[in-house]
T-cell receptor, first 114, second 112 residues
Framework: AQSVTQLGSHVSVSEGALVLLRCNYS??????LFWYVQYPNQGLQLLLK??????LVKGINGFEAEFKKSETSFHLTKPSAHMSDAAEYFC????????????FGTGTSLTVIP | NAGVTQTPKFQVLKTGQSMTLQCAQD?????MYWYRQDPGMGLRLIYY???????DKGEVPNGYNVSRLNKREFSLRLESAAPSQTSVYFC???????????FGPGTRLTVL
């Protein structure tokens, strides 16, 4: 079975501080991993994804994530938080390159304090 | 391109009423999805359609039916709404063989 666990339903950081949102996954096959962002009253938007190849992936808005197989983790980071980063973030997993279903974590709400 | 559109944006139903949520995409995507989003539970897949003419159950299909009307449209029907179906519903689409899902703006449904 595929699933993701997001540690921390709420994270607060100061503007300019490091953002770290945690995601651990379980998968019976090599996973495809994703981070999505949801701004208030909007749908989800893809931030970045890991499929194969380089384990450090870069996304939009300065975010990046590193796939660590030994730790079954795919944490999302950004060196310097901006007020516009305040949103809900979801980690998701898909079963390799054949699965049609995506499994989402419960989400982490990021607050940026001025 | 409008991307993924959903109608209505808001709906209030009484217990036992029925309704259909509409979703359409103009990106020529093969796969389409219906999710529900509830506080503290993230997104859960209700049904998906890998291609025109096929539909499959997701994690939480009970109480819902779907129709893949054509390649563009994928509707979700609640035959007899229950308060437990109060949620925000998102439709998404994807080109088969790629990984990026595109989401609609959502339908906020309240069942009284």
């Amino acid at each position: 079975a595929q699933s993701v666990t997001q540690l921390g339903s709420h994270v607060s950081v100061s503007e300019g501080a490091l953002v770290l949102l945690r995601c651990n996954y379980s998968s019976s096959v090599p996973p495809y991993l994703f981070w999505y962002v949801q701004y208030p009253n909007q749908g989800l938007q893809l931030l970045l994804k890991y499929t194969t190849g380089a384990t450090l992936v870069k996304g939009i808005n300065g975010f990046e994530a590193e796939f660590k197989k030994s730790e079954t983790s795919f944490h999302l980071t950004k060196p310097s938080a901006h007020m516009s980063d305040a949103a809900e973030y979801f980690c998701a997993v898909r079963r390799g390159n054949t699965g049609n279903q995506f499994y989402f974590g419960t989400g982490t709400s990021l607050t940026v304090i001025p | 391109n409008a991307g993924v559109t959903q109608t209505p944006k808001f709906q209030v139903l009484k217990t036992g009423q029925s309704m259909t949520l509409q979703c359409a995409q103009d990106m020529n995507h093969n796969s389409m999805y219906w999710y529900r989003q509830d506080p503290g539970m993230g997104l859960r897949l209700i049904y998906y359609s890998a291609s025109e003419g096929t539909t499959d159950k997701g994690e939480v299909p009970n109480g819902y039916n779907v129709s893949r009307l054509n390649k563009r449209e994928f509707s979700l029907r609640l035959e007899s709404a229950a308060p437990s179906q109060t949620s925000v519903y998102f439709c998404a689409s994807r080109v088969s063989g790629t990984d990026t899902q595109y989401f609609g703006p959502g339908t906020r449904l309240t069942v009284l």
